[in-house]
C-alpha cells in the first residue's frame, strides 16, 4: 500500500491534550533572592545508590481502542507484539549475592503472560481499554503482591516505537523498612 509512512495501527488515536499543567516557577516580580531554605531536604531524602534487576517478555496480541474516532485503523481490531520489562530494585544478598533470583521472577511473570498472549486484550479482565499505559497498569496490580521491590513496567510496541514506563506505589513494608 502507499499510505501514509509507519504503522497504522500505532498511537492512541486522538490528539494530546494541549498542554499539561502549568510548571512551577519564580514569579517575574520576584527579583530579590528569596530567603533560605526554600525546601528543607534531609538526608532520607537524597536520592542514594540503587539497583535495578530486570526480566523482559514478549507477547502477541490482538486489541482495538474503543476511544479511537470511527474510521481510525485503531478502532478495528489488529495486532501488535509487545516487548515487556519488569524492574525490580533491592540490594544484592550478602550471601547469594542476588536482588531477587531470575527463576522466581521468571515464575512470577509467567502467568501475566499467559493471560495475554495471543489474546484479545479487550476481552482480558480489566482490560477494556487496552492501552499501552492501561497494559503497564494491570501488570503492575497483577504483580504488585508477588515481587517484592517491584519498582518498574516497561511496555513497549517496538515496531511502533511506543512505550511506556509506569512505577506505582511502592511496597509500604518494604519503604519503612528503608
Ligand atoms: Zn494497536
Known sequence: MFGAPGHATCGSGHLPPASGAPKPGIAARTLEPPALPLISVTRSQIPGPSM?????????????????????PNARIHGHS????????????????????????????????????????????????????????????RLSNRVPGLAEIHVA??????????????????????
Not at 159 to 178: F, L
Open 52 to 72: 535495578l534487576i530486570y526480566r523482559e517478555f514478549h507477547f502477541e496480541a490482538a486489541h482495538y481502542l474503543p476511544s479511537a474516532r470511527a474510521g481510525h
Open 82 to 141: 509487545f516487548r515487556v520489562r519488569i524492574s525490580v530494585e533491592g540490594e544484592p544478598d550478602p550471601e547469594t549475592g542476588l536482588v531477587m533470583h531470575f527463576d522466581d521472577l521468571a515464575a512470577a511473570i509467567a502467568d501475566a503472560r499467559e493471560a495475554l498472549d495471543h489474546r484479545l486484550l479487550n476481552e482480558v479482565e480489566g482490560l477494556r481499554a487496552p492501552t499501552l499505559e492501561l497494559v503497564a497498569l494491570w501488570l503492575w496490580n
Open 157 to 178: 510496541r517496538d515496531t511502533c516505537h511506543e512505550g511506556v514506563v509506569y512505577r506505582g506505589p511502592q511496597n509500604p513494608s518494604r519503604m519503612a523498612a528503608e
